[in-house]
RNA sequence: GCGGACGUGGCGGAACUGGUAGACGCAAGGGACUUAAAAUCCCUCGGGCUUCGCCCGUGCGGGUUCGAUUCCCGCCGUCCGCACCA
């Protein structure tokens, strides 16, 4: 019988109004059910939601429908981090105020996600720029102010000559502006940090307790942390060599065992010993100068050249006071790191072998592999940097590095310079104090002022909040807020005083440190209500991009401790469950004249192996470039309209969340789209077709006889799926939904004609598959449940148990393999014990053959899994 | 440069804690239905061979094991992060 197809179009919004008329999603504070938070990590108002948006709304949609189903009480909220440079960029390009650009931004992209079907909270919806956040936000840094948790320090920031304005590491391309083309200068600016080292000993251990945490991430949060446990080694200046007024150098090492490897020292450009070498010695000057225009970043500063340069100063060795040895200005020693100077021990470590070799510096070798000669171990081609036994190092040879560092230390610990020790052991973290000031003016404004002679005075709370003025331009390069007429102007609330406010604004990490704090609140004139706050946090599950997995989690987990200890919440860890999603990538098109062009652009010939594309407007060839991350720049996009004007949401969103595991990237396919609306118009049609004979029969599961091979593929599918989702395996347990389909495809077809059983059968197996198929694609769910005379709405009803008799079998088919290569199956009872199994494995006519009369060595039965003769 | 991951048919991928490699989907080929098309349904689909079965095969080279996509060692390739992009 036909039915007609199923039309999205009209469908989708209907239950969308539907859900919303029965304000379903919601979410009341004091809702007595067990909580669950799902939250998807906010999104930048960029423009346009992307497909890439998409599917990671969709993956926290899947979880917030189905633990709804579970009966719990589910916040899924979604708001907007709003604030950042893209707003400014616009505001440059095309005269539009950031404010209008962003909020216009946010409209569309709401509309956007409306049309998804996601179940969200927009009740709590806000966005970071709202003066309503900011406010508290302002609220939060003076607490963290009073508490001691922020501090102003110098730092560098990338300077641009020209345009005269701080570079975000972004623009600084090959060291150079990205709009003004000029060379990149470091430049020193008094600024605001977060003292998270405060925390540094915590953040790290805690580590430890985040079970539900990627493994990857919880070990890239180590790593950035880098406790590293270690000597401060004071060196002596040799007196003939050193700048009037310095007698010692201070060096952080990881290594104290290496010392009698050490053939150098190097100190960082901005070192204060390499400033005051330079004065005497302009061709140092020049050097460091040099140095300054590399740009700020970690990344360009180590892919760059290993440079040095002769400060023509000596140190003493610690251990022999005849043993002078070179300090060098290196441009890979990081001043922010340990003390900003090293001594290098070539033979121990690559970059400081490159640099002896470059430098034409001895390299002795101090470690060597265990059974090695030390008559003979030669350090050539590479250095040694494992552990080992010491050689060439006096009173440390035959000690292994580990005694070596011990001996090292405990010695230089009682010897004295200027009266006090050579060297104290040290904890060091490669983890630095969190720099949140901006030059800048779409930010949130840090609430401080500047007297003369009070100093620096917070802005009183009842005075908050100091507002972004309106009136602003963005004629010239710059921080609109310094040059603005009026705003900076303020009496001091100390002296009364004329007095400047602080014009920096802050990081938009910032931003996203507590935005999951204040979902729970959102409209609480406190930065969040302790009681509901507490009651929430931690997020159950948190999903997003792995390009967060360091800085954004560390923040917050950063701000979560702060707030804390400022007494707005009581717990350190805000996130529970930490999922990563992958991205959506595409093709990426490209004409002959290098212009980028869309999919929709594209007319693509031939298939698999010799595909070509052609711009349909000219009709040329263009190139067929790599997957990669959808992006404005490449054009490679593809909305979400596309596909919900043509196949719907709920197409989209079974296409994004199919084929590809939810932590890895997804190509986006045209031919994988129509695909997925294939199974939607499948699934429609098995239920549609089978609703006559099915709509008044009570639904009641079959254990045997014919009806079971409705009644176990649908349990079985129902275990799967729950277990799938709560794993976040949301490609199996489409898989298993496919699966499902299959088997119910041939039970189903003669429906019309079965007995009451099999139909009563086939009713809980259709109520099950639409179950199964809501959290994915909620719309045809309530489509297809009116269909069978389904009262109210799937979205608001319980997850079906299944039976556990029915997921299991009472045959089992267990492979058989001879000398571990599989060669046939044994069907047995699934109780049969392992002795049982070995009889009617050994009875088999293959086996029989393959052993050819003899007895076999050894029979491995894995019980329930399979039999392993050994011939 | 440092840190982290990933690599399986033509393609996306599945394979639980070391236990049947290729579930499920896409593409492709063949067939049915149709005046025709679309839609739908059925069959084939890693490679090779002497094809009732055997051999090879999970980036490459070794190793451990009764058994390795999975564990270990060494390479190669791709991607992500590196503190002012969000």
Aim: aromatic share 10%.
């Amino acid at each position: 019988m036909a039915t007609e197809r199923y039309n999205p179009r009209t469908s989708e919004p209907r239950w969308q109004k539907a859900w919303e008329e029965a304000r379903l999603f919601e979410t009341k504070n004091d809702d007595g059910r067990p909580t669950y938070y799902v939250l998807e990590m906010f999104p930048y108002p960029s423009g346009r939601i992307h497909i890439g948006h998409t599917r990671n709304y969709t993956m926290g949609d899947v979880v917030a429908r189905y633990k709804r189903a579970k009966g719990y009480n589910v916040l899924h909220p979604m708001g907007w981090d709003a604030f950042g440079m893209p707003a400014e960029n616009a505001a440059i390009q095309n005269k539009i105020h950031p404010k209008e650009w962003t909020y216009d931004n946010i409209a569309t992209m709401r509309s956007q996600l409306k049309m998804m079907g996601l179940s969200l909270d927009w009740a709590r919806e806000f966005a970071t720029c709202d003066v309503d956040y900011y406010h508290r936000q302002q609220m939060l840094f003076i607490d963290f102010y009073k508490k001691g948790l922020v501090r102003r320090k110098t730092s560098k920031v990338n300077w641009d000559p020209v345009e005269q304005t701080v570079l975000a590491n972004e623009q600084v391309i090959d060291g150079r502006g990205w709009r003004s083309g000029a060379l990149v200068e470091q430049r020193e600016l008094a600024q605001w940090f977060f003292k998270i080292t405060d925390y540094a000993e915590d953040l790290l251990s805690a580590i430890d307790g985040l079970d539900d945490w990627p493994e990857k991430v919880r070990l890239m949060q180590r790593n950035w942390i880098g406790r590293s446990e270690g000597l401060s080694i004071r060196w002596a200046l040799a007196e003939d060599t050193a700048p009037a007024g310095v007698g010692e150098l201070e060096v952080y090492t990881t290594r104290p065992d290496t010392i009698f490897g050490a053939s150098f020292l190097a100190v960082a450009p901005d070192h204060p010993l390499a400033r005051k070498a330079a004065e005497g010695n302009p061709a140092l000057a020049t050097f460091i100068e040099e140095c300054r225009h590399m740009g700020t970043s970690v990344a360009a500063l180590e892919t760059a050249e290993k440079k040095g340069f002769d400060t023509g100063i000596r140190v003493k060795h610690p251990f022999d006071a005849e043993w002078t040895l070179p300090v060098y200005v290196a441009n890979f020693v990081l001043m922010e790191y340990g003390t900003g100077a090293i001594f290098g021990c070539p033979s121990g470590d690559q970059r400081d072998f490159d640099f002896a070799n470059k430098y034409g510096l001895p390299v002795i070798p101090v470690v060597m592999p265990e059974g090695a000669d030390a008559a003979t171990f030669e350090i050539t081609a590479e250095p040694y940097v494992d552990d080992g036994v010491m050689l060439n190092s006096r009173f440390l040879d035959g000690m292994s590095n580990k005694e070596a560092f011990e001996e090292v230390a405990s010695r230089l610990e009682k010897e004295t310079l200027d009266g006090k020790p050579v060297a104290k052991r040290k904890v060091n973290f490669r983890l630095r104090d969190w720099g949140v000031s901006r030059q800048r003016y779409w930010g949130c404004p840090i609430p401080m002022i500047h007297c003369d002679t009070c100093g620096v005075v917070p802005v009183p709370k009842e005075e908050l909040p100091v507002k972004l003025p309106d009136d602003v331009d963005f004629d010239r390069p710059g921080n609109p807020l310094d040059r603005h007429p009026t705003w900076r102007h303020v009496k001091c609330p100390q002296c009364g005083a004329d007095a400047r406010r602080e014009t920096d604004t802050m990081d938009t990490f910032v931003d996203s440190s507590w935005y999951f704090a204040r979902f729970t609140s959102p409209h609480a004139d406190s930065p969040v209500e302790k009681d509901v706050v507490n009651r929430w946090l931690p997020v159950d599950q948190y999903i997003g991009g792995i390009e967060h997995a360091i800085l954004h989690l560390l923040y917050s987990r950063f701000f979560t401790r702060a707030m804390r200890d400022t007494g707005h919440l009581d717990l350190a860890e805000p996130f529970k469950g930490l999922f990563t999603q992958g991205m959506v990538v595409h093709e990426t098109y490209r004409a002959e004249d290098g212009r980028w062009l869309t999919p929709a652009e594209v007319r693509i010939e031939g298939s698999a192996g010799e595909r070509r594309a052609f711009e349909i407007a000219t009709g040329k060839e263009v190139a067929i470039g790599p997957l990669e991350k959808m992006s404005k720049s490449k054009k490679n996009t593809v909305s979400p309209e596309d596909i919900t004007e043509s196949f719907g949401a709920d197409t989209a969103r079974w296409f994004m969340l199919s084929d590809s595991p939810p932590e890895r990237d997804v190509e986006w396919t045209d031919d994988g789209a129509a695909g997925a609306h294939r199974f939607v118009q499948r699934a429609w049609r098995l239920i549609t077709e089978a609703a006559p004979a099915i709509g008044d029969i009570t639904p009641k599961a079959a254990r045997d006889g014919d009806a079971a091979a409705i009644s176990k593929p649908a349990h079985k599918a129902l275990k799967a799926v729950g277990e799938d989702i709560e794993r976040l395996a949301f490609n199996r347990a489409i898989a298993r939904i496919h699966e499902l389909v299959n088997d119910l495809q041939g039970p189903f077809a003669g429906l019309d004609k079965a007995d009451e059983e099999t139909r009563a059968a086939a009713r809980e197996a259709t109520e099950i598959l639409i179950h199964l198929i809501a959290p994915f694609m909620p719309h045809l769910a309530e489509e297809c449940w009116a269909a069978i005379g389904g009262k109210d709405l799937v979205a608001a009803s319980r997850w079906p148990d299944f039976d556990p008799e029915l997921v299991l079998d009472n045959l089992i088919v267990l492979p058989v393999q001879i000398n571990g290569k599989k060669r046939g199956d044994l069907t047995i009872a699934r109780e049969a014990d392992q002795a049982a199994v070995e009889k009617a494995v050994l009875e088999l006519d293959f086996v029989q053959k393959a052993l050819n009369g003899a007895p076999p060595r050894k029979v491995i039965v894995v019980s329930q899994r399979i039999v392993n003769v050994v011939a």
